[in-house]
C-alpha cells in the first residue's frame, strides 16, 4: 500500500514564487472553488519558508520573474487566455 503524500497549500502567490526561487516544485490544485499553490511537506521546504517570513534577501528581477510565471500559471489555471 502506498503512503500518501502530505502537502504544504498556501494561497500566496509571492511566496510560492519564493519556494520556486529555491527549487521547491510547486503545483497548482483546485480546492473547493480556489486554486491553490501547493508543494510536498519536507524540512527544506519549511526553512525556506522561515526565511520568507524572515524577509530574506533575494535577488529582485529574479523574484519578480518567478512571480510572473507563479500568477501566469495561476491565470491559466483558472481558465484564463493567454
Known amino acids: 500500500m502506498k503512503k500518501q503524500e502530505t502537502k504544504f497549500s498556501t494561497l500566496d502567490a509571492n511566496l510560492a514564487a519564493y519556494l520556486v526561487l529555491h527549487e521547491i516544485p510547486i503545483d497548482l490544485e483546485r480546492i473547493s472553488d480556489r486554486i491553490v499553490?501547493?508543494?510536498?511537506?519536507?524540512?527544506?521546504?519549511?526553512?525556506?519558508?522561515?526565511?520568507?517570513y524572515a524577509n530574506d534577501a533575494v535577488k529582485v528581477l529574479d523574484f519578480v520573474n518567478s512571480l510572473k510565471i507563479m500568477k501566469t500559471r495561476l491565470f491559466?489555471?483558472?481558465?484564463?487566455?493567454q
Open 76 to 81: 491559466v489555471a483558472k481558465g484564463g487566455r
Open 37 to 52: 499553490f501547493t508543494a510536498p511537506q519536507s524540512a527544506s521546504l519549511f526553512q525556506i519558508s522561515s526565511n520568507y
